[in-house]
């Protein structure tokens, strides 16, 4: 049994420490809202996030950072994307040289065009660091309901760890020593969910989405291998997985502003119909410009970029996709 | 421009028939049934399988396998699977030597647990002998969707000719000469769609869906690499693709079948409301052997074989894969 603080109560913090709890952990939720963590530690319940649901009674909540740094010395990081560099920069100084941290976001810097745990090392400097990812919605893995995850870390007796943490009879663990596959799949799969949301509000059924998740994939595992991470990283829970899980939920995000995009041709029709980030639009052009730096073609991405940042229509960017020449179906060429 | 014959007017057939003729060639499809093949003739219709869908005009039909075999060398089955062997033991004299025979099927002969173009050469000899395949339901494909497919052939030259024949503005066709990998992913789908069906009929959402979409393409892939096959087929159109198409579709025999079973957890209710054939049940237990020949363990594929053995219940069979030891996740292990 070890000791771990989740940090980061919205859904998805919630839903890391229920299951670091069934597996056995004693678990500390840090979260910045009083009311959230006074309901969580009181009712049990975090209902503006789970609805209903009664989270295990002996996990303990707090809103003191002294307290949620001080439990334990295995960080589990569950704080939006885009806030995770200002957030480290104002706690660098309390996280303990030999700490474990484990990154649970998805999703590229947009400004650096870093991924979560090159942020993580670049702004506390170099710890262990290991990320778990995998085809997770809250809501579903919350219920207990069948999952599987993958632990990757460089080191394998890191990741082999972070299994251990983590699994539990619902909740299948594998490890992987491609931090960097990992991360990159699971961020541009947004983009992915993108292009087949798109196809799906223009009117198309299953087989263009077939088309566009594997190609899309195809053009994960390319940019893998172009920068020297494992292409088949695509291939599993990390890439694959999550992309699927993704493309199936009518809650994506991703999936729901392409299906806007798709049926109205309309950049500014999605954006009206959103309030929240989308994090494929954000990343598309961020991931074209990391292919790019490495000289790869990566058409289903360069297709969502040029709609969002609305260079093409989404008929002609189809056009175009369609029209490129196909070759030898080499999962990475 | 070439003269193609599509053998089989259903709707798989007719809708090949019509992907050749927008790709430019000139096609004869021939069809058991007069009145089918009298309609496409007159009205360029054929409601029994696709509704008040018309076909281009200038596809031949005819019922006279003397018409269908003078017609051209490049012979295109449309067929049934498990009829196959029969009907080419009653044509075998036809095929002129130097003809091309292209597969559409997608199945595993069950009485011999071979492949379909290997049921073809055991019964015609060596011909040039190629495949098609991918996620295209004919449905959608009929309608001029955007979709992607694989041209297989053991010879790189064969595939390419295979492709020029099938491409058109909406379907793109990609090459490849691993024909094995290729019908392995395209049989083995079936059972995987399912699992996933199973898991729907069970009450669990995409965690568990692409948890087992992902692990299932993983044992494709090994059972692959064991047989001497290239494991990247199962992560391509043939294997990837089809899968999600299949699981997305509510069309799909094999997952509509599994949602039954898992819904009711009885075997009898389910072929109570199928009378056609589920090709997933059908094949489990062939796939199961194929796999143990080599030696190699598939934990998604046996669940599915022994559920509808009646060996296990479908909660017992979901305890077994998820207690199973997880360790790297290697595509290939």
Redesign the interface.
Known sequence: MSKVTVFGAGAWGSTMAQVLSDAGNEVLLWGRSESVISEISTAHTNVKYLGSHILPDDIIATTSLDDAFAFSQMYVLAIPAQEIRATLEDWKARFPSDCTIVSTLKGIEIATQMRMTEVIEDVLGAHKIAIIT????AD??VLR????A?AAATS?VL?DQI?ELF?T??Y??????DVMGCELAGAIKSVIALAVGL?IGMG????????L???G??EV?RLCAAHGSDP?S????AG???L???C??PLSRNRTFGEVIGRTGSMSAARAQMVKTVEGVASSSAVLEIAHRVGIEVPVIEAVADIVSEKLTPEAA?QRL??IT???????R
Do not use: C, H, W
């Open positions: 995998g085809p997770n919605l579903e893995l309901q069948p999952a599987g993958v394998q990741a299994r699994r009879p619902y299948r663990v594998y490890t992987s020593t196809s198309f059924g299953e087989n263009t989405q077939a088309m998740i594997t190609r994939l195809n595992a088949l695509a291939a599993g829970l694959m997985g999550d699927v899980a993704s199936g939920s189809l369609m029209e196909t070759k030898a179906e080499n999962f990475i």
